[in-house]
């Protein structure tokens, strides 16, 4: 069993639409929780960082982490053409090993 | 500042070749991690560093060796390839983590696509 699981889509949405984007995770260890954006043949770039549970704001994304449940989501507002990209959700227990999910190839169409 | 870059960007093996992949970092981060991802699997964690002359295993290190002689680089070998190492490799740095919860970044290179014949 992966440590996380995710669902590679890809998920198609029309401009303007509210996103979900969702994690699962087995290890009750983990307590710092990624998200982040990858536009084709780039490297990842970190979009949200929670610690611990709870919810955290930035501009039109929102975290989540549900640690009782061991799921995270990613919600992107007004969602844009331009992000249009593949997110991943990576978690670590202690910083020093990161467990990344296959990422969900997000079409925000105009 | 450069950020992290890594050397070279494309490469092209056959089977039984070895060569290295070099990362360099400008950002003075103690850690430093190697990643391939493949489609479907995500990144997933070769070797990391957590400063100068250490190293460790992560999820996916057999048929992989690695170096961190200076703080700026880490260098990622592949002695005899194999079709299997087909992929793309990422390396990330990222500060000490001296105060936990506030923040956190991991920083990663463009890649660097390697295939093996």
């Known amino acids: 069993q992966k440590e996380v699981e995710q669902d590679p889509g890809p998920l198609s949405v029309p401009e303007g639409a509210i996103v979900s984007l969702n994690c699962t995770y087995s290890n009750s260890a983990f307590q710092y929780f990624m998200w982040y954006r990858q536009y084709s043949r780039k490297g990842p770039e970190l979009l949200m960082y929670?610690?611990?549970?709870g919810n955290k704001e930035d501009g039109r994304f929102t975290a989540q982490v549900d640690k009782s449940s061991k799921y995270i989501s990613l919600f992107i507002r007004d969602s844009q053409p331009s992000d249009s990209a593949t997110y991943l959700c990576?978690?670590?227990?202690?910083?020093?090993?990161?467990?990344f999910g296959s990422g969900t190839k997000l079409n925000v169409k105009p | 500042n450069a950020g992290v870059t890594q050397t070279p960007k494309f490469r092209v093996l056959k089977t039984g070749q070895s060569m290295t992949l070099l990362c360099a970092q400008d950002?003075?981060?103690?850690?430093m991690y190697w990643y391939r991802q493949d489609p479907g699997m995500g990144l997933r964690l070769i070797h990391y560093s957590v400063g100068e002359g250490t190293t460790a295993k992560g999820e996916v290190p057999d048929g992989y060796n690695v170096s961190r002689l200076k703080k700026q680089n880490f260098l990622l070998g592949l002695e005899s390839a194999a079709p299997s190492q087909t992929s793309v490799y990422f390396c990330?740095?990222?500060?000490?983590?001296?105060?936990?919860?506030?923040?956190?970044?991991?920083?990663f290179g463009p890649g660097t696509r390697l295939t093996v014949t």
């Open positions: 990330a740095s990222s500060w000490v983590p001296r105060v936990v919860g506030p923040y956190y970044e991991q920083y």
């Open positions: 990576a978690m670590s227990a202690y910083f020093n090993k990161f467990y």
């Open positions: 950002m003075n981060h103690e850690y």
């Open positions: 929670t610690y611990s549970s």
